[in-house]
């Protein structure tokens, strides 16, 4: 009997999975905890591993195909079983008893799954992100290998069972006091020359290794695929700089008012939503209003259209663990600084913690990038595309500045404008980072 | 016309010879140049002689002891003239074996006095004629001779060396042994066994000063309980004749006078280097002795030398070791000595082995080492044997588990040493030892139980690294 194989459902919010990539063939074989294929949702990508034995008898997506959750991707049964030509789509209803048995199953999979992918991102968070088959695994275990120094040859480096077995017969000859000190000084032994009888590996020779040259200087450099989060922010900015002409233009502003306002209202809004009010929230004001009244700078170019958007909707930039991610705070030139401080806030851990929906990243028309936190000034934001232009803050800091003819110790901050040559003209940018300075600089009209 | 060699060695003991069949066996043309007879102090005058005169004390306690165990003999005679006779005829085959090897590997001997000329000539003084040869290298292997120390009197009375003592004539009916290191205490054995009342007069606190603490005392009691006086932090100050006898007058530890009196007197204080082949070249000396490097090689270029005259050890199984270096790198093969792991056997009875650091010189290393001792009261073969005293003493590190040193003392313990060896020259440790199947009954099991304890203690200790 095949068993349908389901795009899992990996979180409340989660709608869709991406397919990365497949690690198995049609008519591969397939053990029960392989590894069969890699999704992306909108927060992690994990590989999926099989709960059934057999043969994979059909792939009906390929990779980078966007599949609804719970539709079956593929199946999973005895080599000539047959198998539906086209996926029959989610499984929910009772068209199909075996379909019913594999979805009803699935249920309690997708716990699993959940699992899994629980176990994944703390092996993530660990930053020592190893692929190994659990065939793998437990030779290691069972010949005392360290699995970390073994070069994987599966798909995506994965190491498999035949990687561990070469790597202890290939293992460097070496005294037992040899690798014991290797082991209790982390040398890895195959870095090390070996003076005894046919390169054997000696104590001396360890600690020579161990001596002159700083353990960083044996340690090979880590690698990692370029996947997932990261794969799709390397994707992004290269298509930014490639296709969108960017112009950066900077301007200093006076944040004296601004600073002030930020003391006024400061605890009005804690006591209102319990959020402090931060300068970030005031620029995203300031910026919404400024983009009111410039709908060149609030377009979209999409296709061989501009398309100026009716909302004003800010993209905050969040950075995230190896990573980097862009909440949407709708209609911000509405909203008042209160909600626009609870809005932020709140959507700022979202993404820290990664629990952002798909909904909640997107539709974003302009975006902002804080660097205020580090000792930044001005620097070269790339855009956020399909949008026009993209706002860097840098830090706010007290410096001398020559008010009415006299030197006076103002705190100031560095705004990079970055935008895209084809939407807009030097001019019009000019033009609007200008009123966005004269608006921070003359705040209270945020107010009203 | 010179005779033309790529290595000429001066001495024919272990390290001469044996350095003289690698560099021939290495493609080498080689002379031999040996002033007495091949094979050294050890062969001639040293290690073989005294054991095989061990050999019939072995012999003698064992029917001593049997009488208990219900084998009885008659009046035990002693012969020393055919004891002495076997002793030689042992030396002879052992020469003329060394002879035939030498003959087999195409190395010429020459009989003589070698001389160093120059770093490429070497004399031959003989008899009754002198030839001169050409020497690609050369290889200093002279030995040493026993040191006379000067301690007044010593010059007006009759003493015996180790170089003297192996050809007496009679039994003596008593001896005094200056010197209780290991030539003094081996000597001691064999005279005791013979019926002679011995006594050995140390300077340093105990027996075997160079050993571990404990075989030394343990040395100490058995050596008493066969009779014989042992006066250690004993200084010699005199030697007077007494009639037919010499009187040994020392101080003792409490600064009072003691006389020892005895017919024989043998000294045994050390060994001095042999530097007759060397007083026309301009050597670099390390005190008494030829300064080397790891390779052998002395301050002259092409000139090496290995063995007691270049000090350390003074072993012969270090100086063949040696030798090989020396032959490898003047063969041009790139050698260096490893003293690492040297065993040391002293064969009183019991016999006393080790191998690597002991106890007390590990921590003066600044090792953070421990022992384990496995007593041979409790092994099988050593109470089937009748003879339980010594043991098996094991220095190790707790992390590693790294063997650090092994002493041994008790019966076989000369043969047993060098399992030890090999798990310290091939870097294995307590684990491998603890595991490795042995036989059963044998006395080298103390060794395996011991890494067994070892490993037992580390392992509820959490402190091997595994």
Known sequence: ?448 | MSKKYDLVIVGGGPGGYVAALHAAKNGQKVALIEADHLGGTCLNRGCIPSKTLLRHTEIIESIQEAKEWGIETGELRLSLDKMRKRKDDVINKLRSGIAFLMKQDKVDVFNGLGIIESSNAVKVVGQDSEELLEAGKIIIATGSTPVVPPIPGLDSVSFETSDSIFDIKEIPESIAIIGGGVIGVEFATIFASLNSRVTIIEMADRLAPLEDVEASKLLEKTLKKKGIKILTSTKVERFEKAGEKVATVCTDKKGKEVVVESSTLIVSVGRKPNLSATSKLNLEMAGPFIKVNNKMETSIPNVYAVGDVVGGFQLAHVASAEGIVAANNASGELDKIDYHVVPRCIYTLPEIASVGLSEADAKAKGLNVRTEKFDHAGNGKSLAAGDTTGFTKIVYDEKLGEIIGVTMVGQHVTEMISEASAFMYLEGTVEEAAKMIHPHPSVVESFYEAAQNIVHKLKKEKKLVR
């Open chain 1, 1 to 448: 009997m095949a068993h349908g194989i389901f795009m899992p459902k990996l979180s409340s919010t989660m709608e869709t999975g991406t397919i990365l990539q497949w690690f198995k063939e049609e008519g591969e074989s397939v053990e029960i905890g392989e590894p069969i294929f890699e999704i992306m949702t909108d927060k992690i990508n994990i590989e999926v591993e099989a709960y059934e034995e057999g043969v994979l008898l059909k792939r009906y997506f390929d990779v980078d195909a966007v599949v609804p959750v719970n539709t079956i991707i593929g199946y999973i049964g005895e080599e000539g079983e047959n198998v539906p030509d086209e996926s029959p789509g989610i499984q929910s209803d009772e068209d199909d008893a075996e379909a019913v048995t594999s979805a009803q199953a699935s249920e309690a999979e997708v716990e699993e799954v959940v699992a899994v992918a629980a176990a994944a991102e703390t092996r993530a968070a660990s930053n020592e992100k190893l692929r190994a088959t659990p065939a793998a695994k437990r030779i290691a275990r069972e010949n005392q290998v360290e699995i970390s120094l073994v070069a994987g040859t599966g798909p995506e480096g994965r190491i498999q069972e035949r990687d561990v077995i070469d790597f202890i017969k290939n293992a460097p000859k070496a005294t037992p006091l040899a690798r014991k000190l290797a082991q209790s000084e982390q040398v890895d032994l195959a870095s090390v020359t070996g003076t005894g009888v046919n390169g054997k590996i000696l104590k001396q020779d360890i600690a020579g290794a161990l001596a002159p040259a700083p353990v960083a200087e044996v340690k090979p450099a880590q690698r990692k695929k370029l996947a997932g989060m990261r794969k799709v922010i390397a994707d992004r900015m290269i298509t930014s700089v490639t296709t969108a002409p960017h112009v950066t233009l900077t301007s200093d502003f006076d944040m004296t008012k601004v600073k002030e306002i930020r003391a006024q209202l400061l605890p009005t809004i804690e006591k209102q939503t319990g959020y402090r009010l931060s300068f970030t929230e005031i620029i995203i004001k300031a910026t919404s209003l400024a983009l009111s009244r410039f709908p060149s700078v609030n377009a979209a170019l999409i296709g061989d259209e501009i398309i100026y958007n009716e909302q004003v909707n800010i993209g905050l930039a969040v950075a995230v663990p190896d990573g980097l991610m862009v909440p949407v705070l709708r209609d911000t030139n509405l909203k008042g600084l209160a909600a626009i401080t609870a809005e932020a806030k709140e959507i700022g851990k979202k993404a820290r913690d990664m629990k952002l929906s798909p909904a909640e990243m997107q539709g974003s028309t302009f975006t902002i990038s804080n660097l205020g936190m580090y000792a930044i000034d001005g620097f070269t934001p790339i855009i956020n595309q399909p949008e026009t232009a993209i706002l860097g803050i840098g830090r706010i800091q007290d410096k001398p500045v020559v008010v009415n003819g006299a030197i006076e110790v103002r705190p100031m901050m560095v705004a990079s404008l970055s935008f895209d040559h084809r939407v807009i003209d030097g001019a019009p940018a000019a033009e609007f980072l200008t009123e966005l300075k004269r608006i921070l600089e003359n705040p209270y009209e945020l107010l009203v």
